[in-house]
């Protein structure tokens, strides 16, 4: 289901000038020949005469003199020259019109078809991607060419006209010129051969040139204008709060079905809605007991669907037994004031059968407005050799009908040949009766295994055999008793029945496994992407998992650091892509819409191009070029890609923020770090170097010997002091380096933990002088193997960390034990208690607990001691403890087999 909620022209409009696009103005005449061409030229002759940049992309002059000489001094981008069936046909230059980017371009014939081998198939959509550009369009259009009034010119004028222009078009357009002359004025022109050429002039003003059509034209073109004034009169009113009646908020839906009339009911819908300011639905409903008869039927919905998409409607595709319920349950839920549905052209006895959809409506509807329009048998003119496509313009598509085979019809008569030579030597023995229903078997396996038409023929010849051989008289195919033709009936109707039935069971079981493929396959994809988490196995993961479900070669195209495509994944090493492909990308990436292969832009590319879109932008462009070029892409492939598409850009752009979440997190840490070590370097750097310089600055002046034995020594007790303290700062700052780059390398050793241990109090004699330490360290305690500077320096730190955060005179406690394999070693303090969320936070680099001590340090301490440990393969760990204070835990592996002696020299 498609949702494209219907906004606003007039707000449309504006968001549209907000974004930086050119503004549109069309020039609007009831027919060929009214002026304009000429309406426009003068008015870009007075925009010229301004300073404005004018350039002419396109301006047919059909060899009107005096619309050459408006021509004349108007800059004007050369045509492109287009083989055509061996025919060089001009076109517009798009490219170097966008590349001249002039601040306003004529392009003439909105409602133009371009050749095939041009960018888009529309002139229209060339001058959307203009107005995208920035570029502000001139441009001309004849009110027949308006998509919602095609059927009523069709019906005034008795002319089918091709070439139409989705009304979205002129309703996004900043201003509309009427341009009108008189009908004896323009058919004086038509006869002085200012319109047409002598030879066509003549036949023009007898088929669509009359002056009633005239009339009508110029009325439904004024009314048209009246009606946009009237609108844009609204919206100033209500924005400006002026006071008036507004229209009550309507609401229409439109039901659309596989017939060609549906597009009548289209037009009429989007007429309806323009008129009452209303928001309108085009509502499909697919019967879950009948599914779409033909590929015809099966493309001209799709073609019903596209055209009321871009008419502006809301597309709802729905499944269920009961289309009346369906579509009323539908319409009480969007309250919906009025239903437009189309009255097929059955007999009596086809509604008497399948029963009336539309009396049903009529009779259920209960408060809404039903406007039930009668259908007709439309013919459409066609040259041979030509095929009308969805535009209804001739451009040569191939037409590739169904094959039939034969191998149906001759397993049936095989069958009934096989069961008559049986049947024949019992004939007397099994009576007529016993023969008919054995002569079923054949019809019933024949439209179980292939359908209604082979069980109808089966059918056909089971009563020509039977009838033959054992209806009296025998061999004629004539009856004596009427009952037995009752009996043929009834074969032919069980061929029918059993056959359609068969047909639609199949065709369901078919359509089934086809949507259970479809939902299988984004399924898995969706499953497989949320499990990946780098971009190369997720663009791996797409190519395969379309590739093989759409029986294609897909490729993906990334941008680069430069922001230009390239090929990032292919589902084949022996890839499609070219530098005219590559180019086709290029522009699908650039303007964030699909191109290629079954669509109206680049059309004549092997490939289909979607673009990777998300609200942070278009993330690349998803290329798949089907193995079987023949086929057509149809609307539903595109849908069920366009699917794939999303899936597939959410998962690159989940990847990329992901990335770039890290990469900011990465940022901010080390912003972080950075602030933390210049705040260190400012406190524990400057702290004790003024005390080093207070105190050398004191000793250097003392020239009278003005201090004591005793004042001198505390003076270089001070110094001595300051250089351990910045000592044990910068060790602190390599040996974190050493651990995160890699390069610490462990001595290890045989080593006892008392010596360590000594050795580590006695560095810190002078920290730990007003503490009370206790050492408990039990006799017997086997030798670790270990890195003993390293262990040392751990040791010292945690002494150090306990001192800092622990009251002045309080006791700290070294005790060590061996707990099974390992050897532990704990330091507590009687200082301030951790909050438990925050224990394992203080082993993290530059991490200082809040307390109400003049605490200094550089906050990597404890860190170095954790990386310290486990470059042992040991553990460490902070808890609290039951006297107030903080236990370091450390925890050391012993090797068993050679701990408990020192080993001699040269062993490990």
């Given at each position: 289901m498609i949702n494209d909620k219907r906004v606003d022209s007039h707000e449309l409009l504006a968001s549209l000038e907000k974004e930086g696009r050119g503004k549109l103005t069309v020039f609007l005449g009831a027919a060929a020949g009214v002026g304009k061409t000429y309406a426009m030229l003068e008015a870009a002759r007075e925009r010229l005469a301004e300073g404005v940049d004018v350039v002419a992309g396109l301006v047919e002059t059909h060899g009107r003199a005096e619309t050459e000489a408006m021509l004349k001094g108007i800059p004007v981008i050369p045509k492109r020259m287009l083989d055509y069936k061996g025919k060089a046909v001009k076109e517009m230059e798009l490219d170097a019109l966008l590349e001249r980017h002039p601040h306003l371009a004529l392009v003439d014939e909105l409602a133009h078809t371009n050749i095939p081998g041009s960018r888009h198939t529309k002139r229209y959509q060339d001058i959307e991607e203009l107005l995208s550009a920035g570029i502000n369009v001139y441009t001309t259009l004849n009110i027949q060419h308006l998509e919602s009034l095609n059927d009523v010119v069709a019906q005034i004028t008795e002319v089918n006209v091709h070439e139409t222009v989705p009304d979205q078009v002129l309703e996004i357009a900043s201003q509309i010129q009427i341009v009108d002359i008189t009908p004896d004025e323009l058919i004086q022109r038509l006869e002085e051969g200012k319109v047409y050429v002598s030879g066509q002039t003549a036949e023009a003003i007898k088929k669509f040139f009359r002056p009633g059509n005239i009339n009508a034209l110029r009325e439904m073109s004024l009314r048209y204008t009246a009606k946009r004034v009237d609108s844009q009169l609204e919206s100033y009113m209500q924005v400006h709060g002026i006071a008036g009646p507004w229209p009550s908020g309507e609401k229409v839906m439109v039901c659309v079905s596989g017939n060609p009339f549906s597009a009548r009911l289209i037009r009429m819908a989007k007429r309806m809605a323009t008129r009452q300011n209303a928001e309108w639905l085009a509502v499909h409903v697919a019967p879950l007991g009948r599914l779409p008869k033909s590929e015809a039927e099966?493309?001209?919905?799709?073609?019903?669907?596209?055209?009321?998409?871009?008419?502006?409607?809301?597309?709802?595709?729905?499944?269920?037994?009961?289309?009346?319920?369906?579509?009323?349950?539908?319409?009480?839920?969007?309250?919906?004031?009025?239903?437009?549905?189309?009255?097929?052209?059955?007999?009596?006895?086809?509604?008497?059968?399948?029963?009336?959809?539309?009396?049903?409506?009529?009779?259920?509807?209960?408060?809404?407005?039903?406007?039930?329009?009668?259908?007709?048998?439309?013919?459409?003119?066609?040259?041979?050799?030509?095929?009308?496509?969805?535009?209804?313009?001739?451009?040569?598509?191939?037409?590739?009908?169904?094959?039939?085979?034969?191998?149906?019809?001759?397993?049936?008569?095989?069958?009934?040949?096989?069961?008559?030579?049986?049947?024949?030597?019992?004939?007397?023995?099994?009576?007529?009766?016993?023969?008919?229903?054995?002569?079923?078997?054949?019809?019933?396996?024949?439209?179980?295994?292939?359908?209604?038409?082979?069980?109808?023929?089966?059918?056909?010849?089971?009563?020509?055999?039977?009838?033959?051989?054992?209806v009296p008289p025998f061999y004629t195919l004539t009856v004596n008793d009427f009952r037995y033709v009752i009996s043929f009936a009834i074969l032919m109707i069980v061929g029918f029945v059993t056959g359609t039935l068969s047909a639609r069971l199949k065709d369901q079981i078919d359509y089934s496994w086809h949507r259970e493929q479809q939902v299988s396959a984004l399924y898995s994809l969706s499953r497989d992407l949320t499990a990946v988490d780098r971009l190369e196995r997720v663009l791996d993961s797409i190519a395969r998992k379309i590739a093989d479900t759409l029986d294609g070669q897909v490729v993906l195209l990334l941008p680069n650091e430069r922001d230009k495509l390239v090929l990032s994944q292919s589902s084949s090493s022996d890839h499609f892509m070219t530098e005219s492909e590559l180019a086709v990308a290029t522009w699908v990436y650039e303007r964030g819409l699909k191109a290629g292969q079954g669509t109206e832009t680049l059309g004549s590319a092997r490939a289909l191009y979607l673009p990777l879109t998300t609200e942070q932008g278009t993330q690349g462009v998803l290329g798949i070029c089907f193995h079987n070029q023949k086929e057509q892409v149809n609307s539903e492939q595109i849908r069920f890609l366009d699917a794939f598409a999303g899936l597939a850009a959410l998962a690159i752009n989940r990847i990329k923020l992901a990335d770039e979440a890290r990469q900011a997190h990465t940022l901010a840490e080390s912003e972080r770090l950075r602030t933390a070590l210049f705040n260190s370097l400012s406190h524990d750097l400057r702290t004790p170097l003024a005390s080093i310089i207070g105190a050398a600055t004191g000793l250097l002046e003392d020239h009278e010997a003005v201090y004591s034995p005793d004042a001198r020594h505390d003076l270089l007790?001070?110094?001595?002091?300051?250089?351990?303290?910045?000592?044990?700062?910068?060790?602190?700052?390599?040996?974190?380096?050493?651990?995160?780059?890699?390069?610490?390398?462990?001595?290890?050793?045989w080593c006892d933990i008392q010596d360590i241990i000594g050795v580590a109090v006695n560095r810190l004699e002078i920290v730990l002088a007003k503490r009370l330490l206790d050492i408990n360290i039990p006799v017997g305690l086997p030798l670790v193997h270990a890195d003993y500077i390293l262990i040392e320096q751990v040791l010292i730190n945690l002494l150090d960390n306990a001192v800092k955060y622990s009251e002045p005179n309080s006791k700290i406690t070294i005790s060590v034990r061996q707990v099974q394999k390992k050897l532990e070693i704990a330091v507590a303090d009687r200082g301030t208690r951790i909050p438990e969320t925050d224990l394992s936070k203080v082993f993290d680099k530059f991490y200082r607990l809040s307390?109400?001590?003049?605490?200094?340090?550089?906050?990597?301490?404890?860190?170095?001691?954790?990386?310290?440990?486990?470059?042992?393969?040991?553990?460490?760990?902070?808890?609290?403890?039951?006297?107030?204070?903080?236990?370091?835990?450390?925890?050391?592996?012993?090797?068993?087999?050679?701990?408990?002696?020192?080993?001699?020299?040269?062993?490990?």
């Open positions: 099966q493309d001209t919905m799709a073609q019903n669907l596209r055209m009321a998409e871009k008419l502006g409607a809301e597309i709802v595709s729905l499944h269920g037994d009961d289309v009346v319920e369906e579509l009323l349950a539908l319409a009480r839920k969007r309250n919906v004031s009025q239903i437009i549905i189309g009255k097929p052209e059955r007999t009596r006895f086809q509604e008497l059968l399948h029963g009336s959809i539309v009396d049903k409506v009529i009779r259920n509807s209960h408060g809404i407005s039903v406007h039930v329009i009668s259908g007709r048998k439309e013919v459409v003119e066609q040259k041979p050799g030509t095929i009308v496509n969805e535009g209804n313009t001739s451009i040569g598509n191939i037409s590739v009908g169904k094959k039939h085979s034969y191998i149906p019809y001759l397993m049936s008569v095989l069958m009934i040949s096989a069961l008559t030579l049986v049947v024949t030597p019992i004939d007397s023995f099994l009576g007529p009766v016993n023969i008919s229903m054995l002569y079923l078997l054949p019809v019933l396996l024949s439209a179980a295994r292939w359908g209604k038409l082979p069980a109808i023929v089966t059918a056909g010849m089971v009563v020509v055999i039977f009838n033959f051989l054992f007790q001070t110094i001595l002091q300051g250089a351990e303290r910045m000592n044990r700062f910068v060790n602190n700052l390599l040996d974190m380096a050493r651990l995160e780059s890699g390069m610490l390398k462990l001595n290890k050793d307390s109400p001590l003049q605490v200094s340090g550089s906050g990597l301490g404890l860190s170095i001691c954790k990386g310290i440990v486990e470059a042992h393969n040991g553990e460490i760990w902070a808890e609290n403890n039951e006297l107030g204070g903080v236990t370091i835990i450390v925890n050391l592996p012993l090797n068993y087999e050679l701990s408990t002696k020192v080993p001699v020299e040269g062993g490990d």
